[in-house]
């Protein structure tokens, strides 16, 4: 079974880059056809897609996030990370990696637990 666990820094100051890795176990980032994605929860607030990347190692980014977010990922590690530039305290979430269901860019159904970051000086 697919396993997803986040790392990265609880606190970033305000307009520094937040950094998140996704480990993945039980499964290769490198299979067709799925994506692997970031989503966020600002608290109270619903899920917000961020963006994701696919097998080709091409990705995806959510319109209103595009100009700060960057995806990358480690093959030999089994990982993909989440950049956020310019963060702002309304960047403060539970933030979560996930994978899709096959083929679909918006529907996950394997999830880590979250972490939470907080932007604050």
């Known amino acids: 079974q697919v396993q997803l666990q986040e790392s990265g820094p609880g606190l970033v100051k305000p307009s520094q880059t937040l950094s998140l890795t996704c480990t993945v176990s039980?499964?290769?980032?490198?299979?067709?056809?799925?994506?692997w994605g970031w989503i966020r929860q600002p608290p109270g607030k619903g899920l917000e897609w961020m963006g994701a990347?696919?097998?080709?190692?091409?990705?995806k980014y959510s319109p209103s996030l595009k100009s700060r977010t960057s995806i990358s990922r480690d093959t030999s590690k089994n990982q993909f990370t989440l950049q956020l530039s310019s963060v702002t305290p309304e960047d403060t979430a539970v933030y979560f990696c996930?994978?899709?269901?096959?083929?679909?860019?918006?529907?996950?159904?394997?999830w880590g637990q979250g972490t939470q970051v907080t932007v604050s000086s």
């Open positions: 996930a994978r899709s269901r096959e083929g679909d860019l918006y529907e996950y159904d394997y």
């Open positions: 039980g499964g290769s980032i490198t299979t067709n056809y799925y994506y």
């Open positions: 990347i696919a097998v080709s190692g091409n990705t």
